[in-house]
């Protein structure tokens, strides 16, 4: 079966530019976060969806990011304007509806550089 | 808010040579402990889940434990494959926090 998938895996942009994440969940997995990892703070939670629907954001640094989940295959993780700060590996994971589990399958990551 | 603390940073290893990684944590009601592995260029790959004081989880040269205030990755007899960053989390049914890692390296 595969995992999570995630795309781009690689991404150069220049400041201003306007990035697009995108990830599909494992089939059947309810839940799906976005977490972003850097050196200096190490794997942050952006936000994360249950059933296609929006719960937490309080992690999504500004207004600049946005995410969407329109159907249970598919959500994209918006950047617009990029900056350099941005610079980061950006992950989506996914986990079924269970409640008991912190057991998130993890996608390979998409290495955002912003220059 | 829950934190989480990882020691040590790094840490270097003959292969053979058993040791232990440090998780501490802060939580205002645990509701679980979870431990990933995360390989270079790769996602964080789960491990373990530990919910009570006293709870124990293996599996291969990796055991896990839980006191009230930290948990410990023993590792037992590594090989060279064990090499990777180890990652700690806490947290409850929707979010985790996780700790900053922490670098194994195993010499052949």
């Known amino acids: 079966d595969a995992g999570v998938i995630q795309s781009p895996r690689h991404e150069v942009t220049e400041m201003g530019q306007e990035v697009t994440l995108r990830c599909k969940p494992i089939?059947?997995?309810?839940?799906l976060f976005w977490y972003r990892q850097t050196m200096m703070r190490g794997l942050e939670l952006l936000i994360y969806?249950?059933?296609?629907?929006?719960?937490?954001d309080s992690g999504m640094p500004e207004d600049r990011f946005s995410a969407k989940m329109p159907n249970a295959s598919f959500s994209t993780l918006k950047i617009q304007p990029s900056e350099p700060r941005d610079s980061a590996v950006y992950f989506c994971?996914?986990?079924?509806?269970?409640?008991?589990?912190?057991?998130?399958?993890f996608g390979e990551g998409s290495r955002l550089t912003v220059l | 808010e829950d934190q989480v603390t990882q020691s040590p940073e790094a840490l270097r290893l003959q292969e053979g040579e058993s040791s232990s990684l440090n998780c501490s944590y802060t939580?205002?009601?645990?509701?679980?402990l979870f431990w990933y592995r995360q390989d270079p260029g790769k996602g964080p790959e789960f491990l373990f889940t530990?919910?009570?004081a006293g709870e124990e989880k293996e599996k291969e040269r990796l055991k896990a434990t839980l006191t009230k205030k930290e948990s410990f990755l023993h590792i037992t007899a590594p090989k060279p494959e064990d090499s990777a960053t180890y990652l700690c989390?806490?947290?409850?049914?929707?979010?985790?926090?996780f700790g900053q890692g922490t670098r194994l390296t195993i010499n052949p």
């Open positions: 994971a996914s986990r079924t509806g269970q409640l008991t589990t912190g057991e998130l399958f």
């Open positions: 969806f249950n059933n296609n629907v929006p719960i937490d």
């Open positions: 530990l919910y009570s």
């Open positions: 089939s059947g997995h309810n839940s």
């Open positions: 989390a806490v947290g409850g049914a929707q979010k985790l926090v």
């Open positions: 939580v205002s009601g645990l509701r679980g």
